[in-house]
Each structure stands twice: as C-alpha cells, then as structure tokens.
C-alpha cells in the first residue's frame, strides 16, 4: 500500500470512529491505527526516494536538453555561415548571369539592326527593280494604245472601258 492510499485509510477510520459521548474524543481501534501509520511511515521514504529519483530524472533530462539545444544552435550557426557564404556564391552568379544576358541582348540587338539594314537594302533593291519594271510594263502599255488608236478603226468602242483598260479580246494586228 502506498503512503497515500494508507493516509487515506487513516483519515476515514478517524472520520467514522465512534463518538465519545458528550465529548470531542472518538474511539480509534489502537492496533489498526498503527498499522496504518507505520505503513505511511515505511511508504514515505521509498515514496521520497522515487521522487528523489524522479527530480534528478528530470534534472539530468534538462540537462541533456540543454546540451542537445547548445549543439543544435551551434550546428545552426554553422549551417548559417554556410548559408550566407553559399548566399554570396550565388549573388556573385546572378551579378555574372545578368552580365551575360545584358551581352547576349546586346549582341541581339546588333544582330536585329543588322538584319534590319540587310532586308531594307535588299527591299530598296526590290523597289528599284519593280520601279523599272513598272516603267517598262508603263512604256509597253502606252505603246499598246498607240497601236489600239491606230487600229480605233477596226476594234469596236465597246472594247475599251472608262479606266482605259482593255475589256475585250484584242483584235490581231499584222504589222
């Protein structure tokens, strides 16, 4: 029995002991009594070194916690270090990184305008042969209706529209 369940025995035999009439005194059954307190009595150092126990548990506990807690924080300090050192690593990377693409957009860019220039001397090119042959298509078409007018009499009025376009067959022309 453990010194408290005694203890608790103790106090409800007290409590239903019977009354000494017209006093305050209560009759106790002696030897249960003692039984009950040397229970208490022999509970009470084994319940006291199981606490004892349990204390320098709990100090030995914190303490290896507090160890535990010193070599995690110093760990952390180390894996920071390593961190901020690996943090500049990689600034330093991005500065070089975005100093290559600032270059590579600016060969880009040269290359574009490049390009740009080629295609425009190339289209310039184009205009002007398009331009010639524009003035050559021009000249034969004027020459067309010379030779038309010439013949005005041969082809029919309706053969030519407002726009002086040839809207009908065009009749043979032997030189």
Known sequence: MSYLEALQALEKMIEEAR???LSASAVIPREEALRLVREVSAAMP???????????????LLADAHDKA????EQAREERS???ARAEV??????????????AQAEADKLAHQADDYVDAKL????????????TIGRG?????KRLEASSAE??????????????PLPRIEP
């Open 19 to 21: 009354s000494v009439p």
């Open 46 to 60: 084994q319940e006291h070194q199981q606490a004892r126990e349990v204390l320098e548990g709990r100090e030995n």
């Open 70 to 73: 010193a070599y995690i924080i």
């Open 82 to 84: 390593r961190l901020l």
């Open 90 to 103: 990689v600034q330093a990377a991005e500065r070089e990184a975005k100093r290559v693409v600032e270059e």
């Open 124 to 135: 310039a090119n184009f205009e002007i042969l398009l331009s010639k042959v524009l003035r």
């Open 141 to 145: 078409r004027e020459q067309l209706r």
């Open 155 to 168: 082809i029919s009025p309706l053969a030519f529209d407002d726009s002086g376009e040839i809207s009908g």
